[in-house]
């Protein structure tokens, strides 16, 4: 049987993965911090199997690793995304909270998993398509996600001589509880379980970059090709 380890598997993303990977017949080891989702979670599939750990903690990720087994697959998915409301005023605590959650933590988590991975295996990073633009308000989200992209290519190269492919994900708007709190316009906005095939479908591909919905991931790529000063001004529209 194979084995996928997924962060951040409790909901959203990270929950769609773990069923699609369990339908597949995997091993599936879910991580999250909430027992009572992950417990539910796994009730409903034998091959699941809860990791309890918060990923911002390296004594949480080490007591959670105690039991692994070889990977053929890890996930690194687990984020939040909170908004800088006033750039002025900033809250660098805020900052340092999101920059912690989605990217300090995958250092950590890499620490004591990469050494998991098998030769041959799959490492993956969830970054997002705010790591194409500057946004308003994505200070925090924006920054840590750009820098999750720049370390899965960085890690592409250097785990190559591992036999170990890395991909990094790119995700537009995906219904999630994270996503439900915003309260601005979504465009081409998808499911979860969309989300999930895009991403098995790219890793069983091999793609360096899993971008999604393709369209929607196109047009950020086309509008960053234009001189900055065109998409401030356009970005100050939207703010």
Known sequence: MKSVLITGASSGIGKALATHYADKGYQVFAG??????????????????????????????????????????????????????????????????????????????LQAWLKLIKSGGKLALTSSSAAFLPLPRAEAYGASKAGLTY?????????????????VIHPGFVDTPLTQKNTFVM??????????????????????????????????????LFPFSLWQKIALRMS
Not at 78 to 102: H, M, P, Q, S, W
Not at 207 to 221: D, L, S
């Open 32 to 109: 999250g911090r909430n027992l009572q989702r992950l417990n539910k979670l796994s009730a409903a599939y034998d091959n699941i199997t809860p990791l309890i750990c918060d990923v911002t903690c390296k004594e949480s990720i080490k007591q959670a690793s105690l039991n692994l087994p070889p990977l053929d697959i890890m996930i690194l998915n687990a984020g939040d995304c909170e908004y800088i409301d006033d750039a002025k005023d900033f809250d660098g605590d805020l900052f340092a909270r999101i920059i912690t959650t989605n990217l300090i933590s995958v250092g950590y988590c």
């Open 151 to 167: 370390l899965a290519k960085t890690l592409s190269i250097d785990l190559k001589a591992h036999n170990i492919h890395v991909s």
């Open 187 to 224: 465009p081409q906005i998808i499911t979860a379980e969309q989300a999930a095939r895009y991403i098995a479908l790219g890793l069983d591909n091999n793609k360096v970059e899993i971008n999604f919905p393709r369209y929607f991931i196109w047009i950020m790529k086309v509008i960053r």
